[in-house]
């Protein structure tokens, strides 16, 4: 097989960075398919990008792989005459394809038998197809928004400004949403504006740098990490890294160039964290720590390209800095001048939600919800003290400035105005680590008051928000209820909470506290459930985790529980356990509840003593079900012997009524660690 290198530059304005990563991927794996449809595929496509260009390049063939297709001509019962020979219809049809009688074959399409020829399909170069399937692949690229520009119809994420499409050297004429392949590209706006000619592919990957190009953004980024690295070291310092700023900023330039600055050591005296979220959130810089892990007076900035003057620019970018700080620290100063307990006295101007309340009405609900289920941890008095505290202070913070300034940092500046305000230290730490887990990826605070308190907000968010009919739909959740889902399912199942509450339960009284209906609360189990599954499915199956809850919906216990059950699937009896738990299930779907009177015949007497032997050796604790597990193949054989001697559905009532509530208590015994039916 011939190929060619093929490479294709789209030169753009400037792309927003939190596009273009998904941009080039969604524009890799389209010319890829395309390629594929075209017959051109010789090799994998790479794809680069920087703000102002997409770049792809790879193998193709030097002209379409040979491939047959099927044409469809007449009818089978209309192609032949009685004596076998073709008709019109078939011979016309024939010097149409250029065929001849032999390579006629029969097909059955649509319920109906027609004559049919593989026919050679045209092959054509390189050079003839490649626009067209690159075209395709363009057209094709998923948007989260468009533009038109200038007089033509055309739509992309950024206006397009020139394009190239090479083969090898040879340059492949082609127009592109208005805009003519032409031999020449451009270097990064602060080096190289003006247009550069391009010979050929090699000699484009050659000019690259002299024009101050660095067209790989895991290049820009290895680049931007070891010289930021390199000048925090120099002022004996550590690089504050951070993977989402390192990928913002190198989608930003073309060719980074880090340099460092330095603030008055004065803005110290504010918390780290208002500091370095004004450098990251408003300017994009990297901060600099010491080795003790406070923060030191500089910061690491990067600009797009050489230029000619890198003091201006760092002189500039501190000038820039020294006001955004100067508002940080004033409003950090501000806000000290009102104690936390002060400023949640004015929650009830804030709205949490139309038709739900202000956020003191949420406050009062929390408080609510606590009380009820606080009794179930068994915590001490001082410490339930601690948890009703920071349940009325949690949302103060939201109307501080620099929460308003910073919404990110909801939580955390409540924690450090609560410590400010001589509040317990517990009180200060649940305030600050309550929103965590905000994300999927983010751990569950591993303060328990901070699990605690976070649970009660989440609880009622969903529960207050769901009994107003606002619900996720689809792909859509534009009120994160799937967010609040799963985080009240992971701080039970991975916090330090205990396996004392039952999650029905929880949702049940929140549903009480909010005035909604009681199936609210089991939609909200459902959905958190489902979430929890879905988070998890990596280490255990989903129909596992519905498994257990359905069996024991106290999350606390869950991933033990999971394990021991991964354990047991090894074990030769499971497959017996599975079956009775099934074939009781079966039968007692087909009758109401019944008490479980004494048994009478020898086969009841031993299905009810194997079914008190597995509950005695029934344990809360999942490292101790051992001994249950051991009595299960007994309880799973009585089972079966019930139903090979005798009939469970006897037509005498009393007889049936017994049998049932003997295979009611058998199965209660069966399916104490998790629901064989769901698995």
């Not at 594929?36 to 193709?60: D, F, I, M, N, S």
């Not at 469809?72 to 192609?79: E, I, L, T, V």
């Not at 900023?249 to 208002?274: C, K, M, Q, Y």
Request: aromatic share 8%.
């Amino acid at each position: 097989m011939d190929s060619v290198r093929f490479l294709w530059e789209l030169g753009v304005e400037e792309i927003p960075s939190r596009y273009l990563d998904a941009l080039t991927s969604d524009l890799m794996a389209q010319v890829t398919e395309r390629l594929q449809v075209h017959r051109l595929e010789a090799g994998a496509v790479k794809a680069a990008a920087t703000p102002r260009r997409l770049v792809l390049w790879g193998p193709v063939r030097a002209q379409q792989a040979e491939a047959r297709e099927a044409v469809r001509g007449p009818q089978w019962r209309q192609a032949f005459t009685a004596e076998g020979e073709p008709t019109p219809a078939l011979a016309g049809f024939l010097a149409r394809v250029g065929a001849d009688r032999s390579e006629v074959r029969e097909a059955v399409v649509g319920g109906r038998t027609y004559a049919v020829v593989e026919v050679r399909k045209p092959v054509a170069s390189a050079e003839a197809v490649l626009p067209q399937a690159l075209a395709e692949a363009l057209a094709a690229v998923p948007l989260p928004r468009s533009m038109r520009w200038g007089e033509g119809a055309y739509r992309f994420l950024r206006p397009v400004r020139w394009t190239q499409l090479w083969l090898e050297d040879r340059l492949v004429p082609w127009t592109v949403m208005g805009v003519e392949s032409q031999p020449k590209t451009y270097g990064n706006r602060t080096d190289a504006p003006e247009a550069v000619p391009v010979a050929g592919i090699d000699h484009y990957w050659a000019l690259l740098p002299t024009i101050r190009v660095m067209v790989s953004g895991e290049e820009r980024r290895r680049h931007i990490l070891a010289e930021a690295r390199r000048l925090a070291a120099e002022v004996g310092g550590v690089l504050g890294e951070s993977e989402d700023l390192l990928q913002e900023v190198a989608n930003l330039v073309e060719w980074p160039t880090p340099f460092r600055g330095e603030f008055d050591p004065e803005f110290l005296a504010v918390p780290d964290v208002v500091l370095t979220t004004s450098m990251r959130v408003h300017q994009r810089y990297f901060p600099v720590y010491g080795e003790d892990g406070r923060l030191l007076p500089y910061f690491v900035a990067v600009r797009n390209g050489v230029g000619e003057d890198l003091e201006a620019v760092r002189r500039g970018n501190e000038k820039v800095l020294r006001a955004r700080l100067n508002d940080a620290a004033y409003f950090y100063r501000e806000d000290l001048r009102q104690p936390l307990a002060e400023r949640a006295e004015g929650l009830h101007r804030v709205l949490f939600w139309e038709g739900v309340g202000s956020y003191r009405d949420k406050v009062e609900r929390m408080t609510a919800l606590a009380r009820r289920v606080l009794p179930e941890l068994g915590l001490e008095p001082a410490a339930e003290a601690w948890v009703v505290r920071a349940v009325a202070l949690c949302k103060a913070d939201l109307l501080s400035h620099v929460v308003q300034e910073f919404p990110e940092l909801e939580g955390v500046m409540g924690g450090i105005y609560a410590r400010a305000a001589g509040e317990a230290e517990e009180v200060a730490e649940a305030i600050a680590g309550h929103y965590l887990p905000r994300g999927a990826d983010d751990p569950v605070p591993s303060s328990r008051w901070a699990q605690l308190l976070g649970l009660l907000d989440r609880v009622d968010t969903l529960v207050a928000l769901l009994g107003r009919d606002i619900r996720p739909t689809g792909s859509e959740d534009p009120y994160g209820l799937r967010r609040a889902a799963l985080g009240i399912g992971r701080i039970l199942a991975e916090g330090a909470l205990g396996p004392r509450l039952s999650l029905r339960a929880l949702l049940a009284e929140a549903a009480a506290v909010a005035e909604v209906p009681a199936t609210v609360a089991d939609e909200a189990h459902d959905l958190i459930v489902g979430r929890l599954a879905y988070h998890w499915q990596d280490r255990w199956p989903s129909e596992w985790v519905m498994a257990a809850v359905a069996a024991d919906d106290r999350l606390g216990s869950l991933p033990a529980r999971l394990e021991r059950l991964a354990a047991f699937r090894r074990d030769p009896g499971f497959e017996g356990w599975v079956t009775a738990a099934k074939r009781a299930a079966r039968v007692l779907s087909q009758a109401a509840a019944e008490a479980a009177p004494e048994p009478v015949l020898p086969v009841e007497a031993e299905l009810w003593a194997a079914t008190a032997a597995a509950t005695a050796a029934w344990s809360d604790r999942p490292e101790e079900w051992g001994r249950w597990w051991e009595a299960i193949p007994r309880l799973a054989q009585a089972v079966d012997r019930l139903f090979e001697a005798v009939l469970v559905l006897d037509p005498d009532p009393a007889v049936r009524a017994r049998r049932l509530g003997l295979l009611r208590h058998a199965r209660a015994a069966l399916i104490l660690p998790a629901d064989p039916e769901r698995l």
